[in-house]
């Protein structure tokens, strides 16, 4: 077969482009490129497809470049980091926001465990990973909350997470006001109450909802010693330039001492009330904790807030049988450290409770580390008279008589079983008087009228 020195392509017919075209020289290229498509069967094969492939890729960028352009437009995000404050904020407040669709839920459990063992738990639901659809004044919202696989909270080892809040960008103004709803949601919940914190990992998180504020005036101390202590309290807050203008650490240690169920917990919690503070309890006896963790967490309260560490004595032995007293991973030193070490944390009120004082060491006691000693015992006349009349106020000559029986069984009563026999006879003063001799035996349970 003779070639026609083109490769296998057809012959150009020169006549037949002179007659397609307009006789310029534009119009002889056109004939000649029309020509050559027509004719040529690899085009025919291939061309067709890759023109169409080119065609739809094209398109699809089109759409995407639209879309995004759109998006930017038209929807607005707003992100939300699980360090920021307004994360819990935020949480509790969609967990309670009425018209909501989600189908993916969280729970978030607050535990707690007592220096005498028990635990108390509390189950709250939260919105979890996934997406939700909310109405909020009128316009949609939707909210994703995501949970890093990779990155986590260095202190308490917590995934890291995000909630993406996304809506159209006329409606972006709606952001700053859930905001503040959720914001004064959550002042809302503390005002009038006290906040108890309890450590977790390395963190301190609120225990369960805030509890009301008890008032001081509802627990009987001994004649001037709640407003000796009280006036302690304020003397401190209040002369914080004073503190610094002589280089002294800022901060105070309180010890309650005394036999069980004279009231040192409950004063301390009444007088985190009086100040508008929160509390925060250590246990020393967890067996997760450890002096850097005791430590991060003493030098990282929550703002306006006292440190209680209740029964000290039953976290450590004595200094002379184990210099380093190890306790479930928190060393003697490492206590004294985080109390009044190079590291310790400045304006700071720690109240510490025992039974037993004489377990305690000489070095916990010294100056620096507790700063202010007083025994709270077992009830005196004046706090006999001063309960009964606290819960029944028109009483008066029955308290003298019902003082002068307790005086009588010449036994050590607790304020806690002055409170136990007085609930017991919420309505009846008369029989108070007449089971007096209950008083006798610590251990009573009243029950079953």
């Known amino acids: 077969m003779a070639s026609n020195g083109t490769g296998g392509l057809p012959p ?85 926001y009425p018209h909501r669709s989600s189908r993916h839920l969280s729970v978030e459990t607050n535990y707690l465990q007592h220096n005498n063992g028990s635990v108390s738990t509390e189950v709250n639901f939260v919105p979890g990973v996934g997406n939700h659809l909310i109405r909020y004044k009128g316009a949609f919202m939707l909210i994703k909350r995501e949970r890093s696989g990779q990155i986590a909270n260095i202190t308490n080892g917590t995934p890291f997470e995000t909630v993406k809040l996304t809506t159209l960008y006329r409606d972006r103004h709606l952001f700053q006001e859930l905001l503040m709803e959720a914001k004064d949601l959550a002042v809302k919940r503390q005002t009038g109450k006290t906040v108890i914190y309890t450590s977790w990992a390395n963190e301190w998180r609120p225990f369960g909802q805030p509890k009301a504020k ?78 850097d963790r005791l430590n991060y967490l003493m030098n990282n309260l929550p703002e306006r807030s006292l440190m209680l560490l209740e029964d000290i004595d039953a976290a450590f032995v004595k200094r002379s049988k184990n210099d380093e007293g190890f306790v479930n991973g928190v060393t003697f030193s490492g206590l004294l450290n985080a109390l009044d070490g190079v590291a310790s944390s400045e304006e700071i009120i720690t109240f510490m409770t025992t039974n037993h004082p004489e377990k305690l060491d000489p070095a916990v006691m010294r100056p620096g580390r507790i700063d202010y000693k007083t025994y709270v015992g077992n009830a005196t006349e004046y706090q006999i008279k001063q309960m009964f009349l606290r819960f029944y106020p028109e009483e008066k000559e029955l308290s003298e008589q019902f003082v002068q029986k307790a005086v009588e069984l010449d036994t050590p009563i607790s304020t806690a079983q002055l409170q136990g026999l007085f609930d017991f006879n919420k309505q009846n003063p008369k029989n108070a008087v007449l089971m007096v001799e209950s008083l006798r035996y610590p251990n009573h349970v009243f029950c079953c009228k």
């Open 12 to 96: 150009i017919d020169f006549e037949k482009v002179r007659n397609d075209s307009d006789g310029s020289v534009t119009g002889m290229a056109k004939g000649l490129f029309n020509q050559f498509i027509e004719g040529n069967p690899y085009f025919a094969a291939g061309g067709g497809l890759m023109v169409l492939g080119t065609s739809l890729a094209l398109l699809r960028r089109g759409v995407i470049s639209t879309s995004r352009l759109a998006y930017h437009q038209l929807i607005v995000d707003l992100e939300i980091p699980s360090k920021d404050k307004s994360y819990l904020w935020f949480l509790q407040w969609m967990s309670r």
């Open 214 to 291: 008890r008032n001081l005036k509802s627990v009987i101390l001994d004649n001037g010693l709640k407003e000796s202590i009280l006036n302690d309290v304020n003397d401190f807050l209040q002369n914080g330039k004073w503190y610094y203008d002589r280089g002294i650490p800022y901060r105070r240690g309180y010890l309650l001492y005394g036999p069980p169920g004279s009231g040192k917990t409950s004063f301390i919690q009444a007088l985190a009330g009086e100040l508008d503070y929160n509390s925060c309890i250590m246990n020393l006896a967890d067996p997760n904790l450890t002096d």
